[in-house]
């Protein structure tokens, strides 16, 4: 079975890396030119559109910023009918990695079901050192027969699949997730602020929290390597945190929308998406 992979940035050309472990021909295609020669370096073959990566493949992994760039690849640009919907095999499995609105995954999946292919939301968490690590976790929408079809390529980057349910579930779960995380960012981000301002060390905050469970590995990860680069200058804290405080909005908002569309009202994650850009630049 040939598996295709598309999108070949810090999280996707590693996981584009672990799908050689398969022993299948692997087939990608990025805008980068860089990443792809790396990958074809590596055993990988070469697709110079996504409409060729379609016609190749029965596995297609979609790994790329937003809905609306996840939308031009299966669509085409401007309806020009070279969508990976138009031109996967029938029977082919498009996983859809990206962090998405709920309401796109379930618009996508019954168009991919007309044409006789299978739409799978398989979002992922672990960030880029997970994905070098193999160490990811998919989050799973897709029926049991799916999901089991799905596990060996998930495997080759990951330690752990979460079948989340049918359709639609995997993109919910991931949503739930971010909304936690940042969460917990902005928390600390406050936390440790008010700590310094009352004569306390971020140390001894991180030392109590510790102890009781509420400071997380990741929160403590993301306040230490933000307050060191914060220290070498606003440029530098930009360059290096900027991309992610952009990501956190966006993902914030599909979380939004989709809670909208389902009519959970979510006060406390809205104020999180309207500062977390500050948060990660320490602005606040």
Known sequence: MSVGFIGLGNIGKPIAKHLLKLGEPVWV??????????LVELGARRASTASELARECRHIGICVRDTIDVE???????????GLLEQAQPDSVIAVHSTVTHEAMMRWARHATMRGIHLVDAPITGGASGAEDARLCYMVGASDELFERCKPVFATSSNKQVHAGDTGAGITLKLCNNIMTYAAFAAIDEASRLARAGGLTVEMLIEVGRANGVVTPQMEAFLANRDGMAARGPEMLEKAF?????LGRKDLTAALESADKLGVSMVASERV???????FLAKR
């Open 242 to 246: 900027g991309l992610f405080g952009a």
């Open 29 to 38: 295609h990025d805008v980068a030119v860089g990443p792809v020669a790396e």
């Open 72 to 82: 031009q690849l299966l669509y085409g640009c401007a309806g020009s009918g070279r």
């Open 273 to 279: 998406r309207d500062i977390i850009e500050d948060v």
